[in-house]
């Protein structure tokens, strides 16, 4: 069991892909009993959760090539259009948050009247739980408990794959046996959650609407679910927007080293923020950018010596600060920028002064079954001992200062023992319709250079760069990037090639006392708009409810 134990969370399942619930929101989320849906062929819409959103259980194949072989049902939730039943009514658009792993459903219950906006009231916007996933059945879970689970998590400090010199070596033996588990338990599933089999899914899903083409959504891993898609049914496309993209030729082959050519400029952003935004707004603020990295390597330096205890019972959850945790607390908090750079702040003030709790829970643990069910049963083969990973790291450190991070994806697909003969690419077709693609320009783990190499692949599409740091434009919606995200799928405009949007929101939010001449707001800096405010409420949104999805 991990010396760094955290009891019992609503998002224990979570590791690499978190669930989009915060800690402590799970308890205030409405609730659905699923089991009063039958499953069918068919899309029989319930109301459920909180009006207006409607429910409802579609059954699909476990593999499309073999019927007989069993079935999945998968939840799908909608926002219905308010122009149903009018001439000006359009469909579903499909939305896909992440992951893989993250619960579309749950996605929907939080943020999907924010999300239909964006999109306009011409759609129904759709999600789903994809197979194996949260209230989708059968489920991914080799596990016979969540105390079982929980005794199998490492911990936060894991995602550090070269803290010490046996880390590596460690968890390499770890994951053997969490393949042998997934094995013994669960392998009639496990070889069908592939991304090939959601596209299908998708496809299932767009033709039990009625329609031939899709239109779809999909952010973080939701792009390769997305590019994926694009290349299995390429004139089945209407429209697709897909939001930090990731390395699909490196996804498919079991090889994220370029998941993390921006992560630096993120670290970066948070010491050039923390100065700018000075003492009232940065509790770790110094006199000079250079002052505020040398502390920052310092406490590097206080914790590997000198592990500082962290103990926060109201959660609960208690462990300690070490190199490890330290680095993940950074990495967790580079996702959503906008909403973590000032607690990071905090937390790190507070480590300096011995007390390491708010920094771990900042950090994040580190099991997940669908993780490696999805990540490693698309992609290729590793077959590398630990002296391989190491070789690994020590080609690609010079990536990132967080180049470990990546180490533990490659390690906890060295034992993942099922690799069907599904696609696995090549990614790339000529659509039916041209593809957009969105990228920040610091985002920690989806740089916007893959954005640009995939459009390549995907003649006539075209790439929105929104000018921000963090994972995703949704960290920190653009009033621009919202306005051409709705003239996509309304008209089919696809932004000028070059489109650079800006963000005005403050990276570090005033205090609340403060003067606002000091630090503006969105609203202070623009004049207030319908999108424009928008943008704000579902920055505000999906800072209560996004967690570290990748890596």
């Known amino acids: 069991m991990s010396c760094l134990l955290k009891l019992a969370q609503s998002w224990v399942l979570g590791a690499l892909a978190l669930t989009t619930l915060a800690r402590g929101q799970a308890a205030t989320q409405p609730t659905f009993n699923w089991t009063s849906i039958p499953g069918s062929t068919n899309l029989s819409w319930v109301d459920c959760y909180t009006a207006p959103l409607q429910c409802t259980r579609l059954n699909v194949p476990f593999n499309y090539s073999d019927t007989s072989a069993g079935e999945a049902t998968l939840a799908l939730i909608r926002v219905p259009s308010t122009l149903n039943g009018t001439a000006d009514y359009r469909g579903p658009v499909l939305f896909n948050p992440g992951g893989p792993g993250v619960s579309g459903v749950d996605f929907v219950v939080q943020l999907g009247s924010l999300i239909a906006q964006a999109i306009g009231p011409q759609f129904d916007l759709v999600s789903f739980d994809p ?25 936060p400090g894991a995602t550090d794959a070269t803290a010490t010199p046996d880390a590596l070596p460690r968890q ?10 997934a094995h013994d338990r669960q392998a009639d599933f496990l070889p069908h959650v592939t991304t090939d089999n959601v596209a299908r899914d998708m496809m299932t899903i767009v033709q039990a609407h009625g329609q031939e083409n899709i239109r779809y959504w999909g952010i973080s891993y939701g792009s390769v679910l997305g590019a994926t898609f694009a290349s299995m049914f390429p004139d089945k496309i209407e429209r697709i927007i897909i939001d930090g993209v990731l390395d699909m030729e490196g996804y498919y082959k079991t090889d994220w080293a370029l998941e993390l050519l921006d992560t630096d400029k993120v670290f970066q952003a948070f010491i050039d923020g923390c100065f700018k935004a000075g003492p009232g707004a940065c509790a770790f603020y ?11 390597s310092d406490l590097f330096k206080k914790v590997h010596a000198q592990p500082i205890p962290a103990y926060a019972p109201s959660l609960p959850m208690y462990g300690y600060v070490d190199h490890a945790v330290l680095k993940n607390a950074f990495f967790s908090a580079f996702y959503t920028p906008f909403s973590s750079f000032a607690p990071l702040a905090q937390g790190l003030a507070e480590l300096q002064q011995g007390n390491g709790s708010t920094l771990f829970q900042i950090a994040t643990p580190h099991t997940s079954e669908v993780v490696s069910a999805v990540a490693c049963g698309d992609g290729e083969a590793v077959t590398d001992d630990p002296a391989a990973l190491q070789k690994y790291f020590s080609a690609n450190k010079h990536i990132s200062k967080f180049f470990s991070e990546v180490v533990g994806i490659r390690t906890m697909c060295s034992g993942w023992p099922f690799h069907p003969n599904n696609f696995k690419g090549p990614i790339g077709g000529n659509t039916s319709f041209p593809m957009m693609l969105i990228g920040n320009t610091a985002d920690p783990v989806t740089p916007v250079a893959l954005a640009m190499k995939t459009s390549k692949s995907f003649p006539g599409s075209v790439v929105l760069t929104q000018d921000s740091p963090g994972h995703t434009s949704f960290t920190s919606p653009s009033e621009c990037t919202l306005g051409h995200v709705q003239q996509y799928f309304v008209n089919g405009t696809l932004p000028p090639a070059g489109t650079v949007c800006p963000v005005t929101a403050p990276l570090f939010p005033p205090p609340s006392n403060a003067s606002n001449a000091t630090a503006p707001t969105r609203r202070e800096v623009t004049a207030s708009t319908p999108l424009g405010d928008l943008a704000e409420e579902l920055r505000v949104s999906y800072a209560k409810v996004s967690r570290r999805w990748l890596l």
Request: glycine share 6%; aromatic share 14%.
């Open 286 to 296: 110094d006199k000079s950018t250079d002052a505020i990295e040398k502390n920052i």
């Open 131 to 155: 197979r194996g996933i949260e209230n989708s059945v059968p489920p991914v879970s080799f596990f016979l408990s969540d105390a079982e689970r929980q005794a199998f998590d490492l911990g």
């Open 172 to 181: 390499w033996a770890h994951f053997q046996v969490f393949g042998h588990l």
